[in-house]
């Protein structure tokens, strides 16, 4: 397994991503997708994870647009205010378009027959409309902020998505979470996990409200779907 920085390319141009290849040297692609902080050690500790597990998992920079190579530390209070500047500048229209040319990269310059897409927060609205709006063979979410906003597009979901919500998530809350649940119920391809009790971002090591439990459950959900739906 190795990581490296990669050219991906779009009509607009060039932008970075990071991409951990497995030591197979061939395999399932998965598009890891940032939080509000950018592609940093997190998200590339992501992206290891998977390939250790045989994926090549590409986590593109979304915030190329605003600000290139964006990592920033989740614990800090002044990268904090400056990750939620950048969230409200976010063109999220763009971001699907950039998630596609990431799996277009799998696609082709990996030779991934199939591609799958995780995201976290922001991320995990990106994964949702990735399930929506691109040809990702299945996606999964982690609390992702402002789903309830886009439920316009649930009825062109016809692949795999999983969400994993907190119940106590502060970004989304119950009158959220509820709207959420009634706009995706019936669709086949939709699976929801609730994780009582738990805050934002419980599934990030060293954060204010990781749970390793939790955490463990979900992750441990997500590679069960993927093996299923990736191979």
């Not at 390939?51 to 530390?73: K, S, T």
């Not at 999220?92 to 990431?102: F, P, T």
């Not at 990702?136 to 919500?165: T, W």
Request: include cysteine; aromatic fraction near 8%; charged fraction near 20%.
């Amino acid at each position: 397994m190795s990581g490296k920085d990669v050219t991906l390319n779009t009509t607009d141009g060039a932008f970075a991503g990071y991409l951990a290849c497995p030591a197979a040297g061939n395999g399932a692609g998965i598009v890891v997708i940032q939080e509000i902080f950018g592609v940093n050690t997190f998200v590339r500790s992501v992206a290891d994870s998977f390939a250790a597990r045989g994926y090549f998992a590409l986590a593109p920079d979304l915030f190329w647009r605003l600000e290139p190579g964006v990592q920033l530390d989740s614990t800090n209070e002044a990268e904090q205010k400056r990750a939620f500047e950048l969230m409200g500048k976010f063109n999220v229209d763009l971001g699907i378009k950039d998630i596609e040319a990431a799996i277009n990269h799998l696609r082709g310059t990996e030779a991934c027959s199939k591609v799958g897409a995780v995201g976290f927060c922001l991320g995990g609205l990106l994964a949702y409309l990735a399930a929506a709006r691109t040809d990702a063979d299945a996606s999964v979410g982690y609390y992702g902020v402002n789903i309830q906003e886009r439920l316009d597009a649930a009825a062109n979901i016809r692949k795999p998505l999983m969400l994993h919500i907190a119940e106590k998530d502060k970004h989304v809350p119950p009158a959220a979470q509820k709207r959420i649940a009634e706009g995706l119920t019936g669709n086949p391809h939709v699976t929801i996990c609730v994780y009582p009790e738990m805050e934002h971002a419980f599934a990030r090591p060293g954060g204010e409200h990781y749970d390793q439990a939790n955490a463990e459950l979900a992750n441990g959900r997500t590679a069960t779907f993927f093996r299923q739906h990736l191979g």
